[in-house]
């Protein structure tokens, strides 16, 4: 059996968004390595794939007795199972995977690590909880490569979108009383920074007009990533 690459956390990052049940989760992963590699997997790949993909730990257990029971699975060896040929159409049309295959054929989604920690990306990819950090998780990934590129225009948009995205997992609805109400002193001091810095300088790109002459951000007057990861640690910490 082919190992699991890169691609299925891809794959994965789609998919849970269209699947929401363990088992169904189950069978779009037989599905994936059908499609990409011509194979079936093993509960133990399927289990390596839920756990690579930031999914969980399903109980192996219970994913066995889903997966036998399930008809539109075949076992293959003692402990491999496959799509059927004749039920992968219907799973693709069931569950619209399509546009997840060309997102696995694509770059993982992930960070260089220059602007977002990538250790506090990988602990956010992993968390479940009742939010969905997935639109988070793509700001994430579109700032760090907009840093990377020298895109400090499209930063500071970006920075001051996850302040604006964030305040309900402080069970608040906005930055400015996350910024004074929410944590630590230390805490508040970092987020206020954040708050009033960050914020005055987008807006002084977002809504200044056209003039006859301009200067332009550079990496230092944008480069709020120390605050960010405060932020990040936090989130992380009570999620």
Excluded at 171 to 188: C, D, H, M, Q, R
Excluded at 214 to 233: A, G, K, M
Aim: charged fraction near 30%.
């Amino acid at each position: 059996m082919i190992k699991s690459d890169k691609s299925v956390e891809s794959f994965a990052y789609c998919m849970s968004k269209k699947v929401k049940t363990i088992s169904d989760r189950a069978i779009a992963f037989l599905y994936f390595h059908a499609i990409k590699n011509n194979t079936g997997a093993t509960l133990k790949q399927i289990i390596s794939d839920f756990k690579k993909s930031g999914l969980g730990s399903p109980n192996i257990t219970k994913l066995k007795k889903k997966i036998v029971k399930d008809r539109r699975t075949t076992k293959i060896s003692e402990d491999e199972w496959r799509i059927k040929s004749d039920k992968i159409l219907q799973i693709e049309k069931e569950f619209q995977l399509s546009q997840c295959l060309v997102e696995a054929k694509s770059k993982p989604i992930s960070v260089d690590g220059r602007f977002v920690n990538k250790e506090r990306f990988g602990e956010l990819k992993k968390k479940k909880v009742k939010f969905d950090f997935s639109r988070l998780i793509q700001m994430l990934v579109e700032l760090d490569s907009s840093f990377s590129t020298g895109n400090f225009i499209s930063v500071i948009f970006l920075i001051r979108a996850v302040l604006d995205h964030v305040p309900p997992i402080f069970n608040l609805t906005s930055f400015p009383e996350v910024a004074n109400n929410y944590g630590s002193k230390s805490f508040k001091e970092s987020m206020t920074h954040l708050e009033n810095s960050s914020r005055k300088i987008a807006d002084s790109y977002l809504h200044t007009q056209i003039r006859n002459k301009e200067s332009l951000p550079n990496e230092t007057q944008i480069n709020f990533s120390n605050d960010l990861d405060v932020l990040l640690s936090e989130i992380i910490r009570i999620s």
